[in-house]
């Protein structure tokens, strides 16, 4: 079960990084920075992020 809330928090967060970019959850949510930073390490996030717009 722990794989899809990775999969449902990345999604979330990958979507504030592209579409909300004014939104600065980085700096108020010290947790979810980290949770974002190491899910952006693996392979399987990697390789299916969109490019930057």
Same mark, same amino acid.
């Given at each position: 079960?722990? $794989?899809?809330? #990775? &999969?449902?928090?990345? %999604?979330? $967060? !990958? %979507? $504030? #990084?592209?579409?909300?970019?004014? &939104? #600065?959850? /980085? =700096?108020? %949510?010290?947790? $979810?920075? /980290?949770?974002?930073? /190491?899910? !952006?390490?693996?392979? !399987?996030? /990697?390789? =299916?992020?969109?490019?930057?717009?």
């Amino acid at each position: 079960m722990k $794989l899809f809330a #990775d &999969i449902a928090a990345g %999604y979330a $967060l !990958s %979507y $504030l #990084d592209q579409v909300l970019r004014e &939104i #600065d959850w /980085r =700096t108020a %949510y010290q947790n $979810l920075k /980290r949770l974002a930073d /190491r899910l !952006s390490q693996r392979d !399987s996030f /990697r390789k =299916t992020l969109p490019p930057m717009a």
